[in-house]
């Protein structure tokens, strides 16, 4: 069972906004930096955010991210088919002296 | 450009010790700040951080792993070697290295390599 929590699925049409949201505690989000990633089959997962809303470059604008008291969200405004991926959620964690990871929310575009 | 690949072992047999080797390129480990970190998938479940080496030869483990894992570098081949005792089937998964930033506080992991997929068969 994974210390931070994200809902198994997320789903919108072409062109729709969708967000991730991810919900931990306070010796995980809400002491440190949230991460994003985007995990596809087959690759290396791809870090979307870090630093809780930073965006490292070549991350096209369309990907945000947000952090708020215990919990974190990700944004995907204007989706793309090839945004179909799964994303996961990661933050050190204070308690347990290393880094946790959601288990990840499926994108499925319509 | 900073890449990473791990090499070792496809199947491991139940108790064996799985070695596996990250060999990368574009940094240093012995560059003040920078880390090198192993991480694990199992199949269709999350990922999961296993143990992380800095330049200053600090280590970090998973807690819940700590008794099974040994992480070691060697700088003059650009690798960190990541040991697993006594395998098990639940240790099937693919496991990933990568590069990590000390920033005052542990960094983020990026990049990643592509992954080494491990199978310890039941």
């Known amino acids: 069972q994974s210390v931070l929590t994200q809902p198994p699925s997320a789903s919108g049409t072409p062109g729709q906004r969708v967000t991730i949201s991810c919900f931990g505690s306070r010796p995980n989000i809400g002491s440190n930096f949230v991460y994003w990633y985007q995990l596809l089959p087959g690759t290396a997962p791809k870090l979307l955010i870090y630093r809780n809303d930073q965006r490292p470059s070549g991350v096209p604008a369309r990907f945000s991210g947000s952090k708020s008291g215990t919990s974190a969200s990700l944004a995907i405004s204007g989706l793309r088919s090839e945004d179909e991926a799964d994303y996961c959620c990661a933050a050190w964690d204070d308690s347990l002296r290393g880094l946790v990871f959601g288990p990840g929310t499926k994108v499925t575009v319509l | 450009q900073i890449t990473l690949k791990e090499s070792g072992p496809t199947l491991v047999k139940p108790t064996e010790t799985l070695t596996l080797t990250c060999t990368f390129s574009g940094f240093s480990l012995t560059t003040s700040g920078v880390g090198v970190g192993w991480i694990r998938q199992p199949p269709g479940k999350a990922l999961e951080w296993l143990a992380l080496i800095y330049w200053d030869d600090d280590k970090r483990y998973n807690s819940s792993l700590s008794s099974r894992l040994i992480i070691t570098k060697d700088t003059s081949k650009n690798q960190v070697v990541l040991t697993m005792t006594n395998m098990e089937p639940v240790d099937t998964g693919t496991y990933y290295c990568?590069?990590?930033?000390?920033?005052?506080?542990?960094?983020?992991?990026?990049?990643w390599g592509q992954g080494t997929l491990v199978t310890v068969p039941s």
């Open positions: 990568a590069h990590l930033l000390w920033l005052g506080v542990p960094g983020w992991f990026d990049p």
